[in-house]
């Protein structure tokens, strides 16, 4: 029994480290996949007019690394360039998304709402503006307003658990009053 039990801590340890060092790796392959992403989006933009899709895909960049006002000057271009290269409504829903989370994390509420009924306006099924609007709507301690957002959202997705959650909060909050 003596002799054993350092085998299994030993193997415990091992498997331990091991599952690390998968894990760190890993994120180690991601964020060098996401940072050669950033250089070849900016080099490409910066030398030549890209499309609609690549300052959106930079300005979702620089949403990861919490730059929200070069993020929305990126949104800003890609809208342009969008119109000029006739992008899908939905595509640009995803754009307006994208600037009223930066919005949003900038506490700009009102700008955000703004952003998130113009992707709605684009595609009023998009889920995930909705559920934003909603939020934003929270921040603002508007509560009936949030609560039929998600009440829509849940509409066209029954089981959305974030506006399900949303939902059985607010409801509570109202009749409490």
């Not at 039990?5 to 498997?15: A, D, E, K, M, N």
């Not at 994208?98 to 009924?117: H, P, S, T, V, W």
């Amino acid at each position: 029994m003596n002799e054993t039990l350092p085998v299994i801590y030993l193997s415990f340890l091992l498997i331990l480290l091991t599952a690390s060092a998968i894990f760190i790796f890993r994120q180690v392959l991601k964020v060098r996949r996401r940072e050669s992403n950033f250089s070849r989006l900016q080099e490409k933009l910066k030398n030549k007019k890209g499309t609609a899709k690549d300052y959106y895909e930079l300005g979702s960049l620089y949403l990861e690394k919490k730059l929200f006002v070069q993020s929305l000057q990126l949104f800003q271009k890609a809208l342009k360039v969008a119109g000029k290269q006739e992008v899908e409504e939905e595509n640009q829903a995803l754009i307006y998304n994208g600037m009223g989370y930066a919005y949003f994390a900038q506490e700009q509420y009102d700008l955000a709402i703004r952003q998130y009924k113009e992707a709605l306006k684009l595609n009023p099924e998009y889920l995930i503006a909705l559920n934003n609007l909603g939020n934003v709507y929270e921040k603002k301690q508007l509560v009936t307003q949030a609560l039929e957002i998600y009440q829509q959202t849940l509409k066209y997705d029954p089981n959305n658990a974030t506006a399900k959650g949303r939902v059985e909060s607010l409801s509570k909050r109202l009749t409490s009053k």
